[in-house]
């Protein structure tokens, strides 16, 4: 869960002459939420930082709630995915390559996910 919440603030955009880590991009809006909250709600700015928070509460519980970390994980998926498909379209190595440890760690989370599923049923 930990490397999924790291992960995910490691995104890179790039669009014009500037450039930004999600980390970065998520600091701007919270701080202009504090000033402005309507210019801060964008179902893509929203719905990963609810993403995030998701996760970052399911570290600190004692019993894991599998299905609200499933919503977690979809929910920073959407931002996440669009980023590398926008990265593979544009051929943009950078934003590409800055998407590969967040997918790869949904990956194996699944897949660890799964084998455990199936080795309780046995």
């Known amino acids: 869960m930990a490397f999924l919440l790291i992960s995910s603030c490691l995104g890179y955009l790039e669009w014009g002459d500037q450039h930004q880590f999600l980390a970065e991009m998520e600091w701007e809006v919270l701080t202009k939420a504090w000033d402005d909250p309507i210019s801060a709600l964008h179902p893509f700015t929203i719905i990963p930082l609810v993403g995030q ?60 996910r799964l084998k455990n599923k199936k080795s309780r049923r046995k």
């Open 53 to 112: 928070l998701l996760l970052f509460w399911a570290l600190f519980q004692r019993k894991s709630h599998y299905p609200l970390q499933y919503v977690a994980i979809a929910s920073l998926f959407l931002l996440l995915g669009f980023m590398s498909f926008i990265g593979f379209m544009s051929l943009n190595m950078r934003v590409l390559v800055s998407t590969f440890p967040f997918l790869l760690g949904v990956g194996l989370y699944v897949k660890h």
